[in-house]
């Protein structure tokens, strides 16, 4: 697993999704989000978040890194919050003029980003 360090050196943001949802008379979550707000993150309050979980706070994470994707913390039996992180990565290339070198710069930058979260098996072919 990568270290916090490492993880978060190509993040320059991320966007925090939290709303409250309330247990339904069957006894299940319900699907309505009350209160959502939606915030950007600066690096440094991404750092925070990743480094300084609350407690019961339950976490799922990016595959083999220390970030969070979603996060629940109940306050009781009935109430409970849920937030979402969506990361921002840079990008190695200024794309200031030609749009198909921008295009061919992200879209090697996304592979590149699932290409490292999700490895191949040993002996399947690309």
Not at 64 to 78: C, F, G, I, K, Q
Request: glycine residues 4%; aromatic residues 4%; charged residues 25%.
């Amino acid at each position: 697993m990568m270290s916090i360090d490492e993880a978060l050196s190509t993040i320059i943001g991320a966007t925090y999704t939290r709303w409250i949802e309330h247990r339904t008379e069957s006894g299940n979550w319900s699907r309505r989000q009350h209160q959502k707000t939606r915030r950007i993150l600066s690096p440094a309050q991404v750092r925070h978040l990743v480094k300084n979980p609350l407690p019961r706070e339950k976490r799922r994470h990016l595959r083999n890194t220390p970030l969070p994707t979603r996060t629940v913390l109940e306050h009781d039996e009935h109430t409970r919050t849920v937030a979402t992180v969506e990361y921002h990565h840079q990008t190695n290339v200024a794309c200031s003029g030609d749009r198909q070198q921008c295009r061919r710069a992200y879209m090697h930058a996304r592979e590149t980003q699932i290409a490292s979260a999700y490895p191949r098996k040993k002996g399947t072919s690309p």
